[in-house]
């Protein structure tokens, strides 16, 4: 973690900067009819999760050059992600992946604690094969033609969820890398029959309180066809499953010019969204950081959310999901769970009533000016100070930067070999 000490002298050089632009920012927003302190407490309230993988440097299809420090395992990851949340006081979980992440349970709440985090969602991992195991992925996990390759998928993410209960977690997300490569390779009605029915094993074993969340992919690793690869048939699995299956949206995995925030309005009218995966990208499932590319996109993902926040047990699960190559890792995930912050307090400055009455009256120019202008307040003022009175960095990359972490790190952790490709 970060000696306080340095968040403080950082903050300090910070403060009456900071507090000039926040009362500015007050009266602003006070000539508009909003009070400051009541968006401030929605900001404070809010948080993203961080995933275990997401620490470490990320590749290519073609390269992954390591970076310095890099962890060598969930309990280096989560000091890593204990330090962003330590800056940022934005992400207070970590979605693990399994088995990258397997460990016994009673050593990972205890290194959870010691970091002041918690767990959300897990993830199973039936897209590459691991060492010990009896049948391969190659051709496929829960929908493969094989019914013991089919049944060994199920069991890890039933033991997925046995290790999820010992540390907290409430829910499993599912992605599998199935579907094809060739015209014909599958019988596109018999993968996924084989795709439910295995599912709905996974289903059967999942507790209570418990949701499971499936994520769609149009396309990679299979890139003729994926069994799961747009909303629909993800909307068809999770009506197939039942109430605790719902819809998890990563911003990465559609079309080119897919209307993302019309999806997330149809699966939240129908009590189906489940959850994000927070990243950006310019032509592909490219896991760009969140808001590096398309921050209005992200904002309008928001302006559908903030309008459902009052519906009862409606409490999606907000995840960030992208791969670094080129940048620090903990700085790139503190700038986009800043991103992420930001749109949420873009789009609780909207004027809704205004909005709602020009929608009324078909006035187009009016209502989208309406909206804009939530965009184009600069709420940073407000982040800041949540960040402040939470015990972070009012700069967190700046505070970061003096801390002499990554360096600190790098000496107990040796660089990886970076001659394998691959996304992580
Ligand atoms: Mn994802």
């Known amino acids: ?29 006070d000539r508009r009819g909003i009070d400051i302190a009541a968006i401030k407490e929605q900001v404070a309230r809010y948080g993203v999760a961080v995933p275990s993988w997401g620490v470490g440097t990320g590749g290519t299809r073609f390269a992954r050059f390591p970076g310095t420090g890099e962890p060598r395992d969930i309990f280096d990851k989560l000091d890593d992600c204990g330090v962003i949340h330590q800056l940022t006081c934005a992400t207070p979980s970590v979605s693990l992946h399994i088995p990258w992440d397997a ?6 709440n205890a290194k959870a604690e010691e970091v002041g985090l918690t767990f959300d969602a897990m993830n199973s991992n039936t897209f590459q094969d691991q060492p010990d195991q009896a049948h391969s992925y190659k051709f496929g996990s829960l929908s493969h033609t094989d019914a013991a390759t089919r049944q060994q998928a199920v069991d890890h ?85 039942g109430d605790k299956a719902k819809c998890l949206v990563d911003l990465g995995h559609h079309a080119p010019n897919v209307n993302i925030e019309m999806i997330v309005a149809r699966l939240m009218q129908f009590g189906k969204l489940g959850g994000f995966h927070f990243n950006d990208s310019k032509y592909g499932d490219d896991d760009l950081d969140t808001g590096s590319i398309d921050p209005y996109r992200l904002f309008l993902v928001f302006n559908e959310l903030v309008q459902a926040e009052d519906t009862p047990d409606f409490n999606p699960m907000h995840m960030l999901d992208q791969s670094h190559n080129v940048t620090d890792p903990i700085e790139s995930m503190m700038v986009s769970a800043t991103e992420v912050q930001r749109a949420h307090a873009q789009a609780l400055v909207v ?27 600069d709420v940073e003022p407000i982040l800041a100070m949540v960040r402040f009175e939470g015990g972070g960095a009012i700069d967190p990359v700046a505070a970061y930067r003096a801390s002499g972490y990554r360096a600190a790190v790098g000496e107990e952790r040796p660089v990886v070999s970076g001659a394998g490709g691959g996304i992580v």
């Open 1 to 29: 973690m970060i000696n306080s000490d340095i968040i403080s002298k950082s903050n300090d050089a910070a403060l009456a900067r900071l507090r000039a632009d926040y009362d500015a920012l007050g009266e602003h927003l």
């Open 351 to 377: 004027d809704r009533a205004a909005l709602a009455g020009y929608q009324d009256e078909n006035d187009a120019l009016m209502a989208t000016t309406t909206l804009k202008h939530g965009f184009r307040t």
């Open 157 to 241: 993410n039933i033991a997925c969820i046995d290790l999820g209960q010992q540390i907290g977690s409430k829910a499993l997300t599912i992605w599998v890398g199935d579907g094809s490569n060739f015209p014909g390779q599958t019988n596109f009605t018999k993968q996924f029959e084989r795709y439910l029915d295995a599912a709905k094993q996974v289903y059967a074993a999942l507790p209570d309180e418990w949701t499971l969340l499936t994520e769609h992919k149009m396309y990679e690793p299979a890139f003729y066809s994926t069994v799961v690869q747009d909303w629909g048939t993800n909307l068809l699995i999770a009506q197939q499953m």
């Open 103 to 108: 460990q016994p349970a009673a050593d990972l």
